[in-house]
Nanobody, 124 residues
Framework: QVLLVESGGGLVQEGCSLRLSCAAS????????MAWFRQAPGKERESVAA????????YYADSVKGRFTISRDNAKNTVYLQMNSLKPEDTAVYYC?????????????????WGQGTQVTVSS
């Protein structure tokens, strides 16, 4: 069992930065693939970024490439999402997800554990 708790969301202006954190419980965190998804009002949940357990493989949605960075600190059982140059279209609830194994890490059905979400709002 893995419990995920996100933090770091908020209201920012366009062009600003935020760093989301996801603290995980469980001693096997270092062996889990991790990802960030987001869901905007009226839209389906979409993948934002994913990271393998070893950090050797990463995935980014085209819409965030070059602006967002996913990373993990296994010693702290935490995964991060650094978001730079934020745009109003980045406004959504951001969710952290974890899975012991994934195929490509881009699909929500691959993940077994989810956080409660943190709101990110970007004003223009």
């Amino acid at each position: 069992q893995v419990l995920l708790v996100e933090s770091g969301g908020g209201l920012v202006q366009e062009g600003c930065s935020l760093r989301l954190s996801c603290a995980a419980s469980g001693r096997t965190f270092s062996l889990y693939a991790m990802a960030w998804f987001r869901q905007a009002p009226g839209k389906e949940r979409e993948s934002v970024a994913a990271l393998s357990w070893s950090s050797s493989n990463t995935y980014y949605a085209d819409s965030v490439k070059g602006r967002f960075t996913i990373s993990r600190d296994n010693a702290k059982n935490t995964v991060y999402l650094q978001m730079n140059s934020l745009k109003p279209e980045d406004t959504a609830v951001y969710y952290c997800a974890a899975a012991p194994t994934v195929v490509n890490g881009r699909e929500s059905y691959e993940y077994d554990y989810w956080g409660q979400g943190t709101q990110v709002t970007v004003s223009s």
